[in-house]
């Protein structure tokens, strides 16, 4: 039985107009099949790797959009923050505050807390840290203030500017001014 699949005849030639026998057949069409086989590996491997690359491309445009958005945003808060300076420093300014209508003040601050609402719910935030440690990277030290008191040595003595904050990254540090140890 094992012979009988090399008995057969097939009716085909060679290039050169000879008949072939049918083994030389089988291993003409074997040849065909291991090349095809390869030309579909190379194929396969090479619509994988195009695969690949539209995926990791796909990653990279959804990255750099998500970074152009933060960039869009940090410069847009940036042009915002001297509008809330302006606020800052009117409801610190106490006599002239106090002097204005109280309804007024009352809309005023309302308009105040409606901005600060929006923006905080986008990832700005405001931070005063007056009595706590000076730390280069959220402050910004503007004047230094004198003491004899080691423990308010190094701290913040007052906050001049507000120092924000959007989205965990400083967009500003705060302006302030610094206990030192009087010499």
């Known amino acids: 039985m094992d012979d009988e699949r090399n008995d057969v005849e097939f009716e085909a030639s060679d290039d050169e107009g ?3 026998t049918g083994v030389q057949k089988l291993k003409e069409l074997r040849e065909k099949l291991k090349q095809a086989e390869k030309e579909k590996q190379e194929y396969l491997d090479g619509w994988q790797r195009a695969k690949a690359d539209y995926v990791n491309l796909q990653k990279q445009l959804d990255e750099a959009r998500i970074r152009a958005k933060t960039i869009t ?3 847009f808060f940036d042009d915002l923050l001297p509008v809330l300076d302006s606020f800052y ?11 204005v209508d109280a309804n007024w003040r009352t809309g005023v601050e309302y ?3 409606q901005l600060k609402g ?9 931070y005063d840290d007056t009595g706590a440690p000076f730390d280069p990277f959220r402050h910004q030290a503007v004047t230094e203030i004198e003491t004899e008191d080691t423990a308010q040595a190094g701290t913040i003595a007052a906050t001049l500017k507000l120092g924000f904050i959007y989205k965990d990254t400083v ?4 302006s ?4 030192t140890l009087k010499k």
Do not use: C, T
Request: cysteine-free; overall charge negative; glycine content about 8%.
């Open 118 to 126: 929006i923006l905080e719910a986008r990832g700005l935030s405001s």
């Open 111 to 113: 308009i105040y807390g």
């Open 89 to 99: 420093f009117a409801f610190n300014n106490k006599e002239a505050w106090e002097a």
């Open 176 to 179: 302030v001014s610094v206990y």
């Open 18 to 20: 000879g008949a072939l």
């Open 171 to 174: 967009l500003r540090p705060a």
């Open 73 to 75: 945003e940090e410069q």
